[in-house]
């Protein structure tokens, strides 16, 4: 494969650098998973002055979930799951966002936000890249969707989070 001029990369690089859209899913799925776990168990050990947004941000991972499953079950998006797509330059620190970090019985609200704001910032990264690397239809839909909301969860976290920090904390 010498001969192949600059800027071109190999075959095996190419196929490394795809992944078929069913696994892509798999993954995301996952992702909606842990978040959804990782935000559940965090409610009764937080502050009562974030509570209610972890409340949130469980029960609307817990909706992306169900919006990935929803789509894996769908017949006629069989085809479209087959389709390689380029894998984000976000795609490994999204899969790292599937680790859960031990945050400890009473997590401080400082810890907690700026955990939450790193997977959102994760999600939304991936979701975009996803979102514009996919042809129009029901996944990209989603993408696009997901891309949203995951900058709304980052938004409320960093309004938050901004609140928090700077009146000392709790």
């Known amino acids: 494969m010498s001969h192949e001029g600059e800027g071109h990369q190999s075959g095996y690089d190419r196929l490394q650098s795809k992944k078929s859209l069913k696994e892509i899913l798999e993954v995301a799925t996952e992702f909606e998973r842990t978040a959804r776990d990782f935000y559940t168990a965090l409610i009764p050990n937080v502050s009562k002055r974030i509570r209610y947004l972890v409340e949130e941000l469980a029960a609307e991972e817990q909706g992306h979930f169900d919006l990935f499953n929803e789509l894996a079950a769908n017949p006629s998006i069989e085809n ?14 999204f899969s790292d966002c599937i680790q859960q970090p031990d945050l400890g019985e009473k ?48 938004q409320a976290l960093e309004k938050l989070y901004y609140e928090v920090v700077h009146s000392g904390g709790v």
């Not at 799951?81 to 620190?93: K, L, Q």
Request: charged content about 25%; proline content about 5%.
């Open 107 to 154: 997590p401080d609200d400082q810890t907690v936000l700026q955990y939450a704001l790193s997977r959102e910032q994760a999600a939304m990264e991936q979701y975009t890249a996803l979102a514009e690397s996919t042809e129009p239809g029901a996944i990209h839909d989603l993408f696009v969707f997901l891309a949203r909301e995951e900058t709304l969860h980052k």
């Open 80 to 93: 479209e799951i087959e389709t390689a797509v380029a894998v984000p330059v976000s795609d490994s620190r």
